[in-house]
């Protein structure tokens, strides 16, 4: 065997599988060719040891606490960049030069604007459906409305999607938040940056002048660039395995926010602040602890724990610092901060979360963040939504890019009767 084979024996044959690198990371044995060769499968429910493909955009070292994207660090993201830069980094590979920024930004900014059709679509919706049911509907319903650029073997009808879909999620989560409140939609304003654009969209009214905040604005913004993209997590494959078929971009962005609704995923920031309202105040927090460590309680500590870090996640602690910036600017506090605080230390000395190498994730503060900038918890998986769509659409266009790309078909081991006899139903 040499140095870059890997060999197995099974079903009496010995077969050797190429040990493929990439540029940082573990490696990976191809056992593309052991079916044809063993007649075997390989098994491995939930992926925990499968590499599902190539990728170029993000990087995570889960037991450093690494997050890399296009091979720059995820703190000095959220501290120097803007979210529209980070978008251009994902697409394109490389950080745009001034000029390249403005000109994407221009390109996102006038594709903001929704088919005014779709105004009508949101009015079907029942006021008080949660606001992920609607994207899940809405997103879906725009390869009815843009069926002009849903040739995916045409790079250009690929780039126009992917800055409709970038550009129009804002538009289309605010909206879906005004609905929700019995609020007239506000329109995009093209002087607004991306950010500022959709805390207008959200939160003003046409009675009144918007003014965005700053502070907020940057917040939000951080916000953004720490969702925008996170290798090959439940929602990305969703996508990644909706497009290998040749589903349309809108159809696969749409699977991708079905997938990222459940709590183990994107719905734990608004299962975290649940979990925060209930548990209340400091004094309350052993009996959640104990609940969480009880094999026969299925409650889980929300916002916490991860299939790939065995450490902090990158995106918790900035995630933590912007929680003060946001009470400083808008001069509010808000006690489940202190509770949080105390839930983290208090996990964090327990045994068994050190042991099983539990830490706060990225939702564990955002729902603070997010309740005090003002919106519902309803919307908080929304947000994440919104901004995991750039990282979405990166990586489906780098699948479809690929000349080698096949449809996504994993197999199983059957487990159900083997082969019978109908039985006619006057016999049963
Ligand atoms: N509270 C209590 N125990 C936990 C938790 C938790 N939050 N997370 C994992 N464990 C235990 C779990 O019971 C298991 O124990 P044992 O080995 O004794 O059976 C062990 O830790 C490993 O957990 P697992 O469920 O096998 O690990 P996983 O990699 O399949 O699941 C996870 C990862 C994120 C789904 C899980 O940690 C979890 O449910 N966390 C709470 C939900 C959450 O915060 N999700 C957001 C993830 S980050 C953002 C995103 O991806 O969208």
Not at 16 to 31: C, Q, W
Not at 135 to 159: E, N, Q, W
Not at 332 to 352: G, K, N
Request: aromatic share 10%; with cysteine.
């Amino acid at each position: 065997m040499s140095e870059n084979q890997a060999s197995l024996t099974a079903g009496g044959n010995s077969v050797d599988m190429p040990i493929k690198s990439g540029t940082i990371g573990p490696d990976v044995i191809d056992i593309r060719k052991l079916y044809g060769q063993t007649g075997m499968f390989t098994y491995d429910p939930g992926f925990t040891s499968t590499a599902s493909c190539d990728s170029a955009i993000t990087y995570i070292d889960g037991d450093e606490g690494v997050l890399l994207h296009r091979g720059y660090p995820i703190g000095q993201l959220a501290e120097h960049s803007s979210f529209m830069e980070v978008s251009y980094l994902l697409l394109n590979g490389e950080l745009p030069s001034s000029q390249e920024l403005a000109d994407f930004s221009r390109t996102i900014t006038r594709h903001t604007m929704l088919h005014e059709q779709l105004a009508t679509f949101y009015r079907g919706f029942r006021r008080d459906a949660h606001p992920m049911a609607i994207m899940c509907g809405v997103v879906g319903a725009l390869s009815a409305f843009y069926h002009d650029s849903t040739d995916i073997a045409d790079p250009t009808h690929r780039k126009i999607s992917s800055h409709r879909l970038i550009a129009k999620m804002p538009t289309i989560a605010a909206m879906a938040y005004k609905y929700s409140v019995g609020q007239p939609f506000v329109y995009p304003d093209n002087k607004l940056s991306y950010t500022g654009n959709f805390l207008k969209m959200t939160f003003g009214v046409p009675a009144e002048e918007y003014e965005v905040i700053p502070a907020v604005e940057k917040a939000m913004d951080r916000i953004f660039i720490l969702h925008a993209d996170h290798e090959q997590n439940a929602s990305t494959s969703t996508v990644r395995l909706a497009g290998s078929s040749g589903a349309n971009p809108f159809a696969c962005i749409a699977a991708g926010i079905a997938c990222l609704w459940g709590p183990a995923h994107g719905g734990a920031n608004e299962a975290a602040l649940n979990m925060l309202k209930e548990i209340g105040t400091p004094d309350r927090i052993q009996h959640y602890i104990d609940r969480a460590k009880d094999k026969n309680d299925p409650f889980r500590l929300m916002g916490f724990g991860h299939r790939v870090y065995k450490n902090y996640d990158p995106r918790a602690t900035v995630m933590q610092s912007t929680v003060r910036e946001v009470f400083a600017a808008l001069n509010v506090q808000d006690p489940l901060f202190e509770t949080a605080l105390r839930l983290e230390e208090i996990a964090l000395s327990d045994p068994y979360f050190a042991e099983k190498k539990l830490f706060p994730n990225v939702d564990f503060y955002s729902g603070i963040i997010l309740s005090a900038i003002g919106f519902p918890t309803t919307m908080f998986t929304v947000l994440f939504a919104l901004a995991r769509t750039v990282g979405w659409v990166a990586q489906w266009n780098e699948m479809i890019s690929d000349p080698g790309q096949k449809i996504g078909r994993p197999r199983q081991l059957y487990t159900g009767p083997t082969a019978r006899d109908y039985v006619p139903l006057s016999d049963r």
